[in-house]
């Protein structure tokens, strides 16, 4: 048991990730608001439909619109219609700007739900009277008390993503996952260059067919979230085309293998292209969608996650999913390892 402890611990980690990134809840947050634009100095009447929260059991209710660090404007007559709909007023200030509209951030707070975020709800556009400027009295220079904090685990609500964000506990770990295993395979194969051991040349087939399946699956839940989150399921965006292209240079590796009848050439031929293989993985993954827009978080000039959108909470999570999806993998390396090293004694003797 005690030699064996990493296959148990990898299996409970991943396990742990499907558990917990389940199962833990989303933080409340904002949907949607309605009208999203708004002339200055008028009055107006927001439509406002929240994510997850207890509006109707709340007995503190704060609104605000925010357009910067120090210009607030507080909503009023507030309308409670259910735990996820409410109504409320805002007298907006004057804005003298034709140039452009203002965003404005919508912050919704409470006692059970804490405080949530919407960027951009509002734009304000220009609407302002005889006067120049902005009129400060009209605007709060700071939010009246201290917003509330959601009290027990849960994940950070984010706009587009909502529930979906959960699989960045399965499709980033499997990436990650995959890159530590290939590399893995190329290092066999330099081993087998160097030393002509039969032994590395299995490991390396091993570990690259566990690769193949990692990133397989990556494009699938790689899909899955682009269909929720860019509606589609197969946007041809340069990050997908490139995962691709990567994934069937992999795949050209086993067709490769299957091609010759003597093994030593497979073994060294194939050994040279694995080597080449993971070579690829660097331009293909990481630099070319640097270089064209992307929809995909990371590249063409779009944030990756980190700050609040990786918080403590997923870390607890994701960072296990990584190790977890690792350890598994090498176990079923070792099962095909050991599953070649058969065959081949197996072979041995037939043929004597």
């Known amino acids: 048991m005690i030699k064996h402890w990493w296959k148990i611990l990898g299996a409970l980690l991943v396990l742990y990730a499907f558990v917990a990134g389940l199962l833990i809840p989303l933080k409340p947050g904002i949907l949607d608001v309605s009208p999203e634009m708004a002339k200055g100095g008028s009055k107006i009447t927001l439509d406002i439909n929240a994510y997850n929260a207890h509006l109707s059991q709340a007995k503190e209710i704060g609104i605000w619109l925010k357009m910067d660090s120090v210009h607030f404007v507080e909503g009023n007559n507030i309308r409670i219609l259910s735990d996820n709909k409410l109504k409320t007023d805002f007298q907006l200030p004057y804005w003298k700007s034709k140039e452009s509209a203002k965003e404005m951030t919508l912050i919704l707070d409470n006692e059970i739900d804490g405080y949530s975020l919407l960027p951009g709800a509002v734009q304000l556009t220009y609407g302002a009277p005889d006067t120049s400027g902005i009129s400060s009295n009209q605007w709060l220079p700071a939010i009246n008390g201290q917003l509330h904090q959601k009290e027990g685990l849960t994940f950070p609500y984010r706009n587009i993503l909502y529930e979906t964000i959960r699989n960045l506990f399965y499709h980033v770990p499997l990436w990650f996952a995959m890159l530590i295993?290939?590399?893995?395979?190329?290092?066999?194969?330099?081993l087998f260059l160097s030393k002509k051991n039969q032994k590395h040349d299995h490991a390396a087939l091993a570990l690259a067919q566990v690769g193949i399946l990692y990133g397989i699956l990556g494009l699938v839940t790689g899909a899955i979230w682009a269909r929720w989150t860019w509606g589609d399921w197969w946007s041809f965006d340069v990050k997908q085309n490139m995962s691709a292209v990567a994934m069937l240079i992999y795949l050209a590796y086993f067709v490769l293998r299957s091609s010759f009848e003597d093994y030593e050439q497979e073994a060294r031929i194939s050994a040279v292209y694995n080597i080449f293989a993971f070579a690829t993985l660097i331009p293909l993954l990481f630099v070319i969608p640097r270089l064209y827009d992307s929809l995909h978080p990371g590249n063409g000039g779009n944030p990756g996650f980190g700050g609040e959108d990786?918080?403590?909470t997923m870390r607890m999570v994701f960072y296990p999913a990584i190790i977890g999806f690792t350890l598994l993998g090498i176990w079923?390396?070792?099962?095909?390892?050991?599953?070649?090293?058969?065959?081949?004694?197996?072979?041995?003797?037939?043929?004597?």
Do not use: P, T
């Not at 295993?181 to 330099?190: E, G, H, K, V």
């Not at 390396?333 to 037939?350: G, I, M, Q, S, V």
């Open 332 to 352: 079923l390396a070792n099962l095909a390892y050991r599953y070649l090293n058969l065959k081949e004694r197996f072979l041995d003797r037939y043929d004597n």
């Open 310 to 312: 990786l918080d403590n």
């Open 181 to 190: 295993i290939l590399f893995a395979s190329m290092i066999y194969s330099i």
